[in-house]
């Protein structure tokens, strides 16, 4: 079965513009409760996910951190310490099960890279569950 069946649109997804700061990236995963989000480029690509953790280490390790300091701090300069893979459009499930392991979500893309949303890891599961209970 192919992935777009389970396809959570990129107008229903949180995602956030790589041109973005770091206090930007902190208030929409605070107003959210997201703990991840994807980062789309001006092209509209995914270029990746960014997590709290991301956040977390950029804090820890930027000399004289403070609060204010969050808004002029651009994501491009925040490494990601783990890779999120994102599938094409016309990925099949078998093919997400690994992903879904790691991954809270996984950004799905067209073949340009463009994103187009996310599949989340309870539906995933979901397919797998009703699977083996049939």
Do not use: C
């Not at 770091?22 to 991840?36: G, I």
């Not at 999120?84 to 099949?92: F, G, L, Q, T």
């Amino acid at each position: 079965m192919e992935v777009s069946r389970f396809l959570l649109p990129k107008d229903q997804v949180k995602h956030i513009p790589s041109s973005a700061t770091m206090m930007e990236a902190m208030d929409l995963l605070e107003k959210n409760h997201y703990s991840a989000v994807p980062i789309i480029d001006e092209e509209g690509r995914y270029v990746g996910t960014l997590s709290e953790g991301d956040l977390l280490w950029k804090l820890k390790n930027t000399f004289n951190f403070d609060l204010s300091t969050m808004a002029e701090v651009p994501l491009s300069s925040i490494k990601r310490y783990r890779h999120n893979e994102s599938v094409v459009i016309d990925a099949d499930m078998e093919d997400m099960l690994t992903l879904a392991a790691d991954q809270n979500f996984v950004p799905v893309t067209d073949h340009d890279g463009i994103f187009l949303g996310i599949i989340r890891r309870r539906d995933i599961i979901n397919y797998y569950n009703d699977g083996i209970m049939d």
